[in-house]
Every structure is written in structure tokens, then in C-alpha cells.
């Protein structure tokens, strides 16, 4: 089988099932048109700031190792980068079958969806906590932030680039523990098409194609689609039915100017999970004492779904970028990106508490008459962004000393609408042993309550790395953001959380958040790296950043006890580093070792004696963090990460309802490793291992609900076997094992998101 190459996997998987027919219609067209152009002289044209590591190899396993960064904030290869750097390329992402943002994200150690949701409300979307904080609002695509609550595909993503530690100098507000790129496909001077399809447990069905088409010498053409809909393994009712596709267009390819436009609309309907009761697991004792039994009632079924018919979960993105690159003098580089960018999001989803007053047992002997009480959430928010950002890299000497400069300037609008929705019918009871879903006469509407936030902002960025005395390197960046935000908002009064009604009665829309703020944050970090060997170095790396209010999501608060008040300093944090990094393998093997520090300070803290709100609080996260990634033989590639998170409260309340001073949704530990090997007759193997710590959850007035979930490992396998030079098949096997676990809480531990079960999905993969 020595004509399989390995996989470009430029040609993704995405999904094409809108059924058979339209798959049948486009695989057959983009088929004549590939086999038209077989004959056809190709190159591979890559961009010279990003994706260097396309290349050709005369075995079919894949290479996870990628050497650079998409951004031009960073100049030097990974293995010079002094700091910790993960990128999770296409041909691991493909060997996994990782379908989204959230999956692909857990071949980087304690990366994950820990966080449920508080109270009556869930998340739902990429809701990534990293390194003790939550993330989701730290994710960007081509250097570019993206908001709202969504599950990303991967369908038109080379790779995703998770940089752990501030990356305020970088991107500018981002979260303490760090930022997520994703990194889109783009057009390239060959022609060829891949097609996969795919069938799994939950009825799951995919479907992708990546059409690639030179036209003329310098332009090129490339079509990225992705239709996918089913359930999910191990729940019930829970649907996930998305649609996406990014055409992109490129001028210039292989010479000094380059234009690329890139297009992007993906919509979904889904029905979203709201978990299943804690009730009945390790930790659970009854909410209520004058009904102690409740502590000895048997768990719930795992496939449980406590939602209504009516629950969903529509999402529409649209983006729209140009990307202008022009090579200048002694190999200088200026980009030119700018985006338009759109997100709405309308959302119901009927969770539950089983806090005592929701918890009704007419007969306790009986637990198939008991029920808990729904509680409808609602969403119907829209977020945009417009930005232009210009970036250079030139080159300069001065003396003994060799200068690589980064400079740029960034403009951006960021605006969020929402609109308030509240349940005007009743949402009936649900069995707890027993849920249905039907539900009649189910009525919502407007509230009147609306919001409306938009954030300007300026920003300048001048990066150095400094070569000198053969052996040395320095790297040193400086940002400086100018924002202005404004908010407004009109709120239901009364309530827990509403404003004062004064004359009128409760359930008025009435002005509530009416703000105007600007301020600059300063960013900076310092990095310096000694070379041991060609092959092996060391370094040291200090990083500052800052959040502003309402950095995560555009709005702002009246509430004297949220970070999101304009009244509050913007939240900073502090990064201190050591690591080092080796290339083996001849460079095809990379390995790193780091130890971590970040403190976060200018928490909002009560204090106990006037009952006041101030920036008192601080916490800490520290630990240890090693990985592998690449090829140990041309046959055996891996991927694998360890982390320790020693996540602390050092100033302030504690947060974790066993009362301790650990962060919350923060394992201890964790691991994840994934491996392949091509045997000689042209099957290749592969498999990984995930181990994450327990996590302790968020403290609130719950009573008898767990405070804390199990450890964890789970194992995975895939094997992928050629049936010819064009067609191979692919099987993943997930939770090998079946292993019962807790991947996600919520605040109070009324419910949990359990583990997928034992599942898997097959693959046929089409390369022309």
C-alpha cells in the first residue's frame, strides 16, 4: 500500500447532510471537476506568516506537530516561543473525528467544559474554563475575537492555537488564563478534493467537502461545506443539526501581494442539554430534613432528558474577512485583516432545581411519583463585530544585535443587543425516574427588557525579539488599548435581581443601566530564551494583562457586586514562567516542561464589617505543565499533555462550597494523550487516554447536593484502513471502557453533564 500518502486534511471533514441528495448532487459535480483537472500541474502555495508545516510524506500517519503561529505577533518558531504553546493541527483534530471547538480542546491538558451553569440557568456552547477561569470569552478567529455562545465546528479550521497565560499584549482583554485562536483554511495553488462521511452512535450523521481549485497561476479557489444533524450517544432527545459553508476566494498566490476573501455562515438547530439531577449520586443527601430518605433515592438514568418539545437552540453566524498580505524588504511581511462578523442566538432550554420547595413526593415510599420543578431559560441575543487590524514584521540590525519587530494597529466595534423573554404560561412538573418531554399550552414573550452595548477600541502593539551572542534571545511586547463602552438597558423591576419599581407596579420594564465609560489598559510581557543547543533551550517569561467591565460580554452592571460595574478598576493579572523546550527526532518530535504562576487581583470582594464592595480579592493558579507532540519514528506520531493546577483563593471569600480556598470547575490534575502508528500493510492505529482530577463546585445556599465530582479516566481508539488509493475507512471508538463519570456541575450541584457513554462513529474519507 505504498501509494497512500498522508492525508493533507486541507480537504476537511464537513459536513454535507442536508441528506443524501444534496450530498449525491455536490460530491458528483466537485468528482468531474477534480477528475478534469488530475492531470493539471499543481503547487502548494502556503502563507508566509502562518501554516508552513503542509507537506507530503510517503506514509498515511499524520503529523501533529505544526512549527508556527498563524499570528504575526509571533515571529519565532514554537520551540523559540517563550511560552507555554500548544497547536492542535487538522491531522489530529481529523484522526480524532473531533467535530467541534470544545472536543478538539481536550488534547490540551485541563481544557474543558467543567461549568454547568448557576442555579436555574446552563451554559451552553464553547464554555472553555483553562487554568482555573472561564475562557469563553477569549476565543478568536485569525487573530480576531468571537463572541457568543456557540459549539464551533471544525469544519474549515487548519488548527487551533491555545496559548496559556495572559495574552493581554496579544489580543488585548482576554481572560488571566490565556487565548484560543482558531485558524480558518484557506485557498492554496493545487487542485484536489476530500469528502468524508460518517455514521455514528446516537444516530449521528456527517457529512464534509473541501474543494480546492488553482485558477491560472497566481489565484485560487476553495469550498469548505459541513452538514451534520443526529442525537447525541447517551442522551435523550438532545439533537445537534447544524449547517456551514465558507467559500474563499485567493489572488496573487506565489507572488509579493497576496488578497484572500474568506465567507463564512453556519447555522444550527439544536435541541440543547440541560443535564440530569445529582439526585441518587456520590455526595447527594436529601435537601430537605424533614424528608432524610431523599438520601437513599436510587440515581437517575443518565439518558434522561428533563427538557420540553419545545426547547431549542437556533444559532446563525455569518463572517465575512479579507486578509491583504504584501512581502516587504529583507523578508518583511505587512497584513492587512478586516472583518465583519455576526452571531444571533435564540435559546430555550427547560432546566430544573430539586431544591427542596421544587422537589414534590406525594409519596415517599414511591419515587416514581416524584417530580421537580422546571425552570424555563430564555436568550435572544445578537452580536456583532467590525474590526480593521494592520500588522508588519520587519528586520533590522543594530550592531552585534539582530532585531525581528512586530508593529501594528487595531480598530474594532464589538455591539451586543439582547432582549428579555420570560415564560408567560406555566412550565409543568417533570417525573424525576420518568421525564416526558411533550409538554401543551407552553406561551412566551418579551419582557420589554432589552440591552444594547457597544465597546470601541484603539489599540497599538510593538513586539521585539532580540538575537544576540549566538545563544541569547530576547522577546518583549508592549500593547496599549483605548476603549470606550457604552450601555444601555431597560430591566423587568423587582424581583431578586430587578431594580426598584418605585411608583409602578412589579414586572414593569423600567431604565436600569444607563453607562458610559473609557479607559486604557496597558499590556506588556518580557521573555528571555538560551539556546543550550541547536535543539534544546530554556527560558524565562513574565506577561501582565487586564480585563476591563464588561470585558467578557459588553454588558454592564449596576450591581455593587459585579465585576462588570464601571465603577470597578479593570481585573489584572500576572504571569511568571520557566520551561524549556527540546526538538528531537530531527526535529520532527517536539517536547516542553514549564512551570506556571498567575495571580489575579482586583477582585470584587464584600468585606464583612460595612457590608461594601471593593477590589480586594486575589487568587493564584500554579503548577507544572509538560508535553509531547510529533513524530517519534515517520510511523508513530503522539500528542500528550500533563498539568498540575494548584488554583487558590490567596485575598477574599471562598468560593467552593466545601468551604476550602480551591477554585472551582478546576481539576488538580490532568492528563490527555493521543497516539498513531501506520503498520506496514497500511492500517493505522490509534488511541488516547484523558484523566481529569475531581472538581469541587461553586458555593451557594444549596443543601445536600454533592460538593464535589470523581476523578476520572476515559481511554478512546480509532483504526483507519485503505480500500484503495482514494477511498480509506476510518472507525473511532470513544469511552472504550464505559466508563460512568461527571464531566461538568453546576453552581449549586443540582445537575450534572454525565460523561458520553461508549460510542463510535465511522468514517469514509475521499481524497482526489
Known amino acids: 500500500m505504498a501509494y497512500i500518502t498522508r492525508r493533507k486534511r486541507a480537504l476537511d471533514r464537513h459536513p454535507l447532510a442536508h441528506g443524501a441528495g444534496l450530498g449525491a448532487a455536490l460530491l458528483t459535480g466537485l468528482m468531474a471537476s477534480a477528475a478534469h483537472a488530475g492531470d493539471a500541474q499543481t503547487t502548494t502555495q502556503t502563507r508566509p506568516t502562518s501554516l508552513a508545516n503542509i507537506h507530503v510524506e510517503a506514509v498515511s500517519v499524520g503529523t501533529y506537530k505544526a512549527d508556527t503561529l498563524s499570528s504575526s505577533k509571533f515571529t519565532q518558531p514554537v520551540s523559540e516561543t517563550p511560552q507555554t504553546v500548544q497547536i492542535i493541527t487538522n491531522d489530529l483534530i481529523s484522526d480524532q473525528h473531533a467535530t467541534t471547538l470544545t472536543e478538539a480542546l481536550r488534547n490540551s491538558a485541563g481544557v474543558g467544559t467543567f461549568y454547568v451553569g448557576e442555579n436555574g440557568s446552563t451554559n451552553t456552547g464553547d464554555d472553555v474554563y483553562m487554568r482555573g477561569f472561564d475562557s469563553s470569552g477569549s476565543i478568536f478567529v485569525d487573530g480576531v475575537r468571537d463572541l457568543g455562545s456557540i459549539s464551533r465546528d471544525t469544519f474549515n479550521i487548519e488548527q487551533v492555537e491555545v496559548i496559556k497565560g495572559p495574552a493581554g499584549t496579544d489580543y488585548g482583554r482576554t481572560a488571566p488564563s490565556g487565548s484560543i485562536n482558531m485558524v480558518t483554511k484557506q485557498p492554496r495553488l493545487e487542485n484536489s478534493l476530500g469528502a468524508d462521511v460518517s455514521y455514528g452512535s446516537g444516530q449521528q450523521k456527517r457529512a464534509s467537502v473541501d474543494w480546492n481549485r488553482a485558477i491560472g497561476n497566481h489565484g485560487a479557489f476553495r469550498l469548505n461545506l459541513m452538514d451534520q444533524g443526529g442525537g447525541v450517544p447517551g442522551r435523550d432527545e438532545v439533537k445537534h443539526r447544524r449547517f456551514g459553508i465558507a467559500p474563499s476566494l485567493a489572488f496573487g498566490l506565489d507572488t509579493p501581494t497576496r488578497v484572500y476573501i474568506d465567507a463564512l455562515h453556519v447555522k444550527q438547530n439544536n435541541v440543547p442539554d440541560g443535564g440530569v439531577p445529582t439526585v441518587g449520586l456520590p455526595g447527594y443527601t436529601s435537601p430537605d430534613p424533614t424528608r432524610p430518605s431523599l438520601a437513599d433515592a436510587p440515581q437517575v438514568d443518565t439518558h434522561n432528558f428533563y427538557g420540553t418539545d419545545a426547547d431549542h437552540d437556533n444559532v446563525t453566524a455569518d463572517m465575512a474577512t479579507v486578509i491583504i498580505e504584501h512581502d516587504l524588504p529583507n523578508h518583511g511581511l505587512l497584513r492587512n485583516t478586516t472583518r465583519w462578523g455576526r452571531t444571533k442566538q435564540d435559546y430555550l432550554l427547560s432546566s430544573f432545581m430539586s431544591a427542596a420547595d421544587y422537589f414534590n413526593t406525594p409519596d415517599l415510599a414511591d419515587p416514581g411519583s416524584w417530580s421537580i420543578r422546571r425552570l424555563p431559560n430564555f436568550k435572544d441575543q445578537t452580536n456583532r463585530i467590525l474590526t480593521n487590524q494592520t500588522g508588519i514584521i520587519t528586520h533590522a540590525d543594530t550592531g552585534s544585535v539582530s532585531h525581528t519587530f512586530s508593529y501594528g494597529l487595531e480598530l474594532t466595534r464589538e455591539k451586543v443587543s439582547t432582549t428579555g423573554v420570560v415564560a408567560i404560561s406555566d412550565w409543568p412538573d417533570v417525573n424525576l425516574y420518568h421525564p416526558q418531554h411533550s409538554a401543551d399550552g407552553l406561551v412566551w414573550g ?84 538560551y539556546k543550550l543547543t541547536d535543539a534544546a533551550n530554556v527560558y524565562v517569561n513574565y506577561a501582565i494583562a487586564a480585563q476591563p467591565p464588561g470585558g467578557d460580554n459588553l454588558e454592564l452592571s449596576s450591581r455593587a457586586n459585579s465585576a462588570d460595574n464601571p465603577n470597578f478598576d479593570p481585573v489584572r493579572s500576572r504571569s511568571a514562567e520557566v520551561g524549556a523546550k527540546w526538538n528531537l527526532a530531527g526535529d520532527r518530535l517536539l517536547l516542553t516542561a514549564a512551570l506556571y504562576r498567575t495571580t489575579v487581583s482586583n477582585q470584587v470582594e464584600q468585606d464583612p464589617v460595612d457590608q461594601q464592595y471593593y477590589q480586594t480579592g486575589k487568587k493564584r493558579v500554579d503548577g507544572v505543565e509538560l508535553s509531547a507532540v510529533g513524530k517519534i519514528t515517520p510511523d508513530w506520531a503522539v500528542s500528550a499533555g500533563f498539568t498540575t493546577m494548584h488554583a487558590r483563593i490567596v485575598d477574599g471569600a471562598a468560593e467552593s462550597q466545601d468551604g476550602s480556598n480551591d477554585l472551582a470547575y478546576t481539576p488538580n490534575k490532568a492528563f490527555t494523550s493521543w497516539t498513531s502508528y501506520h503498520l506496514p500493510f497500511g492500517l493505522t492505529i490509534g488511541g488516547g487516554a484523558r484523566y481529569a482530577d475531581g472538581l469541587k463546585r461553586g458555593h451557594d445556599g444549596a443543601v445536600g447536593t454533592p460538593d464535589h465530582t470523581q476523578c476520572y479516566w476515559v481511554f478512546d481508539a480509532m483504526a483507519s484502513y485503505p480500500i484503495n488509493r482514494h477511498l480509506d475507512v476510518q472507525l473511532n471508538v470513544y469511552n472504550l471502557f464505559d466508563k460512568d463519570y461527571v464531566a461538568a456541575i453546576n453552581k449549586s450541584g443540582y445537575r450534572y453533564t454525565p460523561g458520553t457513554p461508549r460510542s463510535a462513529t465511522l468514517t469514509l474519507n475521499l481524497r482526489f
Open 446 to 529: 418579551p419582557t420589554g427588557a432589552s440591552g444594547e452595548g457597544t465597546t470601541d477600541t484603539v489599540a497599538g502593539y510593538l513586539f521585539d525579539t532580540m538575537k544576540f551572542a549566538q545563544r541569547w534571545e530576547v522577546t518583549g511586547g508592549v500593547r496599549i488599548d483605548h476603549y470606550k463602552a457604552r450601555f444601555q438597558s431597560t430591566s423587568v423591576c423587582g424581583g431578586r435581581r430587578g431594580p426598584d419599581c418605585g411608583d409602578f407596579p412589579a414586572g414593569t420594564p423600567v431604565p436600569d443601566v444607563n453607562a458610559d465609560v473609557s479607559d486604557n489598559l496597558f499590556n506588556w510581557k518580557l521573555g528571555v530564551l
